[in-house]
């Protein structure tokens, strides 16, 4: 698929040549696509096409078998595959500027470490600290910006106060900005199916990311809640500045929402571009609604 | 009951009915305790004979029977019905509790009475019950040691008396080859049982559940056998001598070694091998209740908070850039340290140690406190501790029976208060002009 760079807004996140294998399975072959700076971008396609697979490589969940998957910072470029850490190569042998790079990522390396470079997500099924507070969950995804000094915290020295008080702070704007702010000392798991969808988003906004990838945030919601969670999804990107990647099977919200769709099918990329060209791309007619026999050899 | 108010007619079929219920279900009763225990308590073996006691189980299940009778009959009354009602509402209440700051501030004159009686306490106690009460307060420090493996960071560790030994071996071979005190050994104890902390964690970092369970399990075996069979280096079976606390160079013993002052002729008061275990115990205690304050900060601090996320949700906190291994690593690590403190007292308190102390039995014990107390909650740990330590001197009349009823409360907790004596608590936050 070409791919048009703009030199001046590089995309924020750019996929090349992504193929991951389980065992025999070839689950995803050869995905390439960027997501624009500051954009909402779909990845839509029927039920088994990869979209999950693309996702838990993005975010770090699988290591890719092969592939690039760049994530642009205003900084560098960081490559969210070696910071996995990866095997050894007989070539990393010879130059130690390699070798120190794969020993450290080896050692250290890891999912978290995609998250600190600055994408975050949520889960398909929602995955909350449920026997937690609603404000502990959002205090959790603020781990790495607390002071995690042992002996402040044992002390409770001035700073360390400082640093919690800060983050709880930021723990109630979020939970305000999510509609959550009443919810705040009540148990997660307790919360009320549509409100822990919520909560999980903001426990993702929590980690201060730059791309925020959301794996099905209208699954279970009623229709009500599902506008309520269109618009609140193109607040975060309006007003918090935050690219939003997206699973979703609701067409409605997806077509509504998204600037830029990405289709997946049998693990392939078939469809690449705004709404209305991926809506009237005869392809993604034949993945979703089926073609007759004569067509479908055109097709693909 | 709703029919309590009808007429008296319909008040009196509904009591026949109860009454029916009651005779039928105390019956059923009396048949399945007879059942159970008419071969176990009627027949008696005497010899190589075998005889024939049955008026003692007919006694005891018409006990049992007149007792589920009145229990049937109770409920159906409005006041056992109220109760039934409290007690099945207790249920189906959340497993964790939310307090408020203004709540828990309530029980502070309570610690205040408790601190006060635990150092009063030794001066009041014989030498039996202070061993006994020492004793106790170790297992305090275990339960508080192990409470944040298996209940914070939900790592269940069966091999945790292992971090135990080597705090003890730590004093006890320390003084014998290092020439370590006691005030020197149990910094340096407790980092080296850090460090075995550390070596155990990192391997079983990638292990859940019931393979991390058999894991420590294993660590914990490989520990006491390498004690057992290096006989060179510690003394194997025989074990070995631990030295006793000083007081700034002070001996508690009658004559001092190396022509030191002993304790009581410094303070020319009579000597007393009391003043020995007076002295580990309120050192031991002060100790307990630094650690208490240490663990309460650690579970609000964002270490605290990270181990009980990793309980949760591993798979999520990896999401939220949290480095699950060195947060498993931390949680061991601070396991260990307290459990080698635990240690040292142990070994300074017997004056001599070896292997036999350190069996699996005494992990499950402690594995026992953790969930007895309840998952997380320190409070329910220290009373967890207190009780089983203390229940089997005071019922050393029932020395044989003392697994029985280990067991059996185990059971009956699991059944009945399945988190543990006390409901886990969480601290409500409150932010200026946001909470009501």
């Known amino acids: ?300 | 009951m709703p029919s309590t108010a009808a007429s008296p007619a319909a008040s009196e079929v509904r009591w026949n009915l109860v009454f029916r219920q009651a005779v039928l279900e105390a019956a059923a009763a009396f048949a399945l305790a007879l059942l159970l225990l008419g071969p176990i308590v009627g027949l008696v073996l005497d010899g190589y004979q075998v005889k024939n006691e049955l008026q003692r189980p007919l006694l005891i299940a018409a006990i049992i029977a007149v007792g589920r009778f009145l229990v049937t009959l109770a409920t159906h009354t409005p006041a056992g019905q109220a109760a039934l009602d409290r007690f099945n509402a207790r249920r189906r209440q959340p497993g964790v509790l939310v307090v408020s700051a203004a709540e828990s501030g309530r029980q502070r004159w309570w610690l205040l009475a408790i601190i006060i009686l635990g150092l009063t306490l030794p001066f009041l106690a014989s030498k039996y019950w202070l061993t006994v009460l020492i004793q106790a307060m170790i297992y305090v420090l275990l339960g508080l040691g192990l409470n944040i493996v298996v209940g914070l960071a939900g790592l269940l560790d069966l091999g945790y008396v292992a971090f135990y030994a080597v705090g003890a071996y730590g004093l006890a071979l320390g003084a014998q080859y290092l020439d370590l005190g006691f005030w020197s050994a149990l910094p340096l104890a407790a980092m080296l049982a850090a460090l075995f902390g550390g070596v155990l964690g990192f391997p079983v970092l990638r292990m859940h559940g019931d393979y991390l369970a058999i894991v420590t399990l294993g660590f914990g075996e490989i520990i006491r056998l390498v004690l057992n069979n290096w006989l060179e280096f510690t003394g194997g079976p025989n074990g070995v001598s631990a030295p006793a606390p000083q007081l700034f160079g002070l001996e508690f013993t009658r004559t001092a070694r190396d022509g030191g002052v002993p304790f009581h002729e410094y303070f020319q008061i009579s000597y007393d091998p009391l003043h020995r275990f007076v002295f580990i115990y309120l050192v031991l205690f002060l100790i307990v209740c630094l650690m208490v304050v240490v663990v309460t900060r650690l579970r609000d601090m964002p270490v605290g908070r990270a181990w009980e996320a990793l309980r949760e949700d591993e798979i999520a906190c990896r999401a939220l850039g949290i480095n699950h291994v060195l947060v498993k690593l931390s949680a061991f690590m601070m396991g260990a340290t307290v459990g080698g403190i635990a240690g040292v007292f142990f070994a300074t308190y017997q004056g001599f140690i070896n292997p036999m102390s350190f069996n699996f039995f005494e992990s499950a014990l402690i594995v026992a406190i953790v969930v007895l107390g309840g998952l997380g909650s320190t409070t329910g740990v220290i009373v967890a501790a207190v009780v089983l330590t203390i229940l089997p001197e005071l019922l050393r009349a029932f020395a044989d029976y003392r697994v029985f009823a280990f067991g059996a409360l185990m059971v009956l907790m699991m059944i009945w208060r399945p988190r543990g004596l006390m409901r886990p608590r969480r601290r409500a936050f409150e932010v200026k002009g946001l909470c009501p």
């Open chain 1, 1 to 300: 698929m070409p791919m048009t760079i703009d030199p001046i807004h590089p995309p924020i996140l750019e996929v090349t040549g992504l193929t991951m294998r389980f065992g025999g399975i070839l689950a995803l072959n050869d995905i390439s696509f960027a997501v624009k700076c500051n954009s909402i971008s779909a990845l839509i396609g029927p039920n088994g096409a990869g979209k999950t697979t693309v996702f838990n490589c993005l975010t770090g969940f699988y290591k890719a078998t092969e592939g690039r998957i760049a994530l642009h910072t205003p900084r560098a470029a960081i490559d969210l595959i070696s910071i996995l850490g990866q095997p050894f190569k007989a070539s990393d042998f010879i130059n130690p500027a390699v070798f120190a790079d794969r020993l450290y990522y080896k050692m250290f390396g890891g999912t978290h470490r995609v998250t600190r470079a600055g994408v975050a997500r949520t889960f398909q099924n929602v995955r909350l600290f449920k026997e937690m507070t609603a404000i502990e969950n959002l205090l959790v995804a603020q781990h790495l910006q607390l002071n995690r000094n042992l002996l402040a915290g044992l002390l409770r020295t001035a700073a360390y106060r400082q640093s919690e008080r800060d983050a709880l702070e930021r723990a109630y704007a979020w939970l305000q900005v999510f509609g959550l702010a009443e919810d705040a000392n009540r148990l997660a798991g307790e919360l009320p199916y549509g409100h822990q969808r919520r909560l999980e988003i903001a426990r993702a906004m929590c980690t201060s990311p730059r791309l925020l990838c959301l794996d099905e945030p209208a699954a279970g919601l009623n229709p009500r809640e599902t506008t309520e969670l269109s618009q609140l999804i193109r607040q975060l990107r309006d007003e918090h500045g935050v690219t939003i990647l997206l699973i979703e099977h609701d067409m409605s919200l997806v077509m509504d929402l998204s600037e830029h769709i990405v289709v997946l099918d049998y693990g392939e990329v078939i469809a690449d571009g705004d709404p209305q060209t991926v809506a009237h791309h005869p392809a993604v007619l034949a993945a979703y609604l089926g073609t007759e026999a004569v067509n479908d050899d055109e097709s693909r």
